[in-house]
């Protein structure tokens, strides 16, 4: 596994958030660490800045120019969670370059990890949201795009909708964005319905959850939903909006995973690469609040990419995977 990080991610401090807090970064490397003594191979690739034409694929001018200006003046306020210091942008590009670097390691060949904060999938084309400045995924998805990938699989497990990323690429057919969250739940975005428009019509996936489900309930998602599509997709890339707020102990999810289900779905996801012949996955860091968890399910994501897939098949009779199939069917025959 490749990794990607930088020190500099714990300096961004956001005082309107409780919980998304500096201790994530040390917490999250902690994770790396725990799966590299037990025997996974791990690697520190340098990690670099996003440049201004990276970003600049997914977010507008006048945003970037804010979010700079803001920090260069020592902070300031953005959304009603959300606030910038003076290090701030820096750690915001730094994690969108973090999730670059990922891109290049995984389609080198290497399954890679953008471990970094603050987390990006709220963050849209010119707003911040929810925790999140740039949208590294949405960066990470354009940049492999501009080396040359045809399409790409944006995959999201975090407990919340990633509204800022299905809005990026909402009316792009090359983009599928992939996700699975709990609803009704914030930021409120995420309805089955919501399956994309203009030449992005059915390349959006949504499979809303009730409160506390367990791995029950997303085995049957990944395997009555996001794998069939992922499988049909074909994509170039994969890339994964990886977010541990879905763990049993996080303060914020309430859902009823274990740090071993996050394992599970890497190895599950890496497998469904191959088997399109796909370069293995690029995960990006999303949210995760409760420090152990985080540690713990970024170890398991580690160690799963190494691992074999769960045997997971759909039976039926799973409503929220049921409302999702019958949503897709008309634009993927994999799901008919
Ligand atoms: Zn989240």
Same mark, same amino acid.
């Given at each position: 596994?490749?990794?990607?990080?930088?020190?500099?991610?714990?300096?961004?401090?956001?005082?309107?958030?409780?919980?998304?807090?500096?201790?994530?970064?040390?917490?999250?490397?902690?994770?790396?660490?725990?799966?590299?003594?037990?025997?996974?191979?791990?690697?520190?690739?340098?990690?670099?800045?996003?440049?201004?034409?990276?970003?600049?694929?997914?977010?507008?001018?006048?945003?970037?120019?804010?979010?700079?200006?803001?920090?260069?003046?020592?902070?300031?306020?953005?959304?009603?969670?959300?606030?910038?210091?003076?290090?701030?942008?820096?750690?915001?590009?730094?994690?969108?370059?973090?999730?670059?670097?990922?891109?290049?390691?995984?389609?080198?060949?290497?399954?890679?990890? #953008? &471990?970094?904060?603050?987390? $990006?999938?709220?963050?849209? %084309? +010119?707003?911040?949201?929810? *925790?999140?400045? /740039?949208?590294? =995924?949405?960066?990470?998805?354009?940049?492999?795009?501009?080396?040359?990938?045809?399409?790409?699989?944006?995959?999201?497990?975090?407990?919340?909708?990633?509204?800022?990323?299905?809005?990026?690429?909402?009316?792009?057919?090359?983009?599928?964005?992939?996700?699975?969250?709990?609803?009704?739940?914030?930021?409120?975005?995420?309805?089955?319905?919501?399956?994309?428009?203009?030449?992005?019509?059915?390349?959006?996936?949504?499979?809303?959850?009730?409160?506390?489900?367990?791995?029950?309930?997303?085995?049957?998602?990944?395997?009555?939903?996001?794998?069939?599509?992922?499988?049909?997709?074909?994509?170039?890339?994969?890339?994964?909006?990886?977010?541990?707020?879905?763990? #049993? &102990?996080?303060?914020?999810? $309430?859902?009823?995973?274990? %740090? +071993?289900?996050?394992?599970? *779905?890497?190895? /599950?996801?890496? =497998?469904?690469?191959?088997?399109?012949?796909?370069?293995?996955?690029?995960?990006?860091?999303?949210?995760?609040?409760?420090?152990?968890?985080?540690?713990?399910?970024?170890?398991?994501?580690?160690?799963?990419?190494?691992?074999?897939?769960?045997?997971?098949?759909?039976?039926?009779?799973?409503?929220?995977?049921?409302?999702?199939?019958?949503?897709?069917?008309?634009?993927?025959?994999?799901?008919?």
């Amino acid at each position: 596994m490749h990794v990607y990080s930088d020190p500099a991610l714990e300096r961004h401090v956001n005082d309107l958030s409780g919980v998304e807090n500096p201790e994530r970064f040390p917490a999250a490397v902690a994770g790396v660490e725990e799966a590299e003594r037990g025997g996974t191979p791990v690697e520190w690739p340098p990690c670099r800045p996003a440049g201004g034409e990276e970003i600049l694929a997914v977010h507008e001018p006048a945003y970037l120019d804010r979010l700079r200006g803001l920090s260069d003046a020592g902070g300031g306020y953005l959304d009603p969670d959300t606030a910038m210091g003076p290090g701030s942008f820096e750690a915001a590009a730094l994690a969108s370059g973090a999730a670059c670097g990922a891109v290049e390691s995984a389609l080198g060949g290497e399954p890679s990890l #953008a &471990a970094i904060r603050p987390p $990006g999938h709220h963050a849209g %084309a +010119g707003y911040a949201m929810g *925790f999140c400045l /740039l949208n590294h =995924a949405a960066v990470a998805a354009a940049y492999a795009r501009s080396l040359g990938v045809e399409r790409v699989a944006v995959l999201d497990w975090d407990v919340h909708h990633g509204n800022g990323t299905q809005d990026v690429f909402y009316a792009d057919g090359a983009v599928l964005y992939l996700s699975t969250h709990r609803s009704p739940f914030y930021p409120g975005t995420g309805r089955v319905g919501e399956t994309g428009e203009g030449e992005g019509r059915g390349f959006t996936a949504n499979v809303p959850l009730p409160a506390r489900s367990g791995e029950d309930v997303y085995a049957a998602v990944f395997a009555g939903v996001l794998v069939p599509m992922l499988r049909e997709f074909d994509p170039g890339l994969v890339v994964v909006s990886a977010g541990y707020d879905a763990h #049993a &102990a996080d303060p914020l999810g $309430g859902m009823g995973l274990e %740090a +071993g289900s996050f394992g599970r *779905f890497a190895a /599950l996801i890496c =497998a469904a690469a191959r088997e399109v012949g796909a370069p293995p996955p690029a995960f990006v860091l999303e949210g995760g609040y409760d420090l152990g968890a985080l540690t713990q399910s970024v170890a398991a994501t580690v160690r799963g990419a190494y691992e074999d897939a769960p045997e997971w098949e759909y039976a039926g009779g799973v409503r929220p995977v049921e409302e999702a199939r019958s949503a897709l069917a008309p634009f993927w025959k994999s799901l008919r």
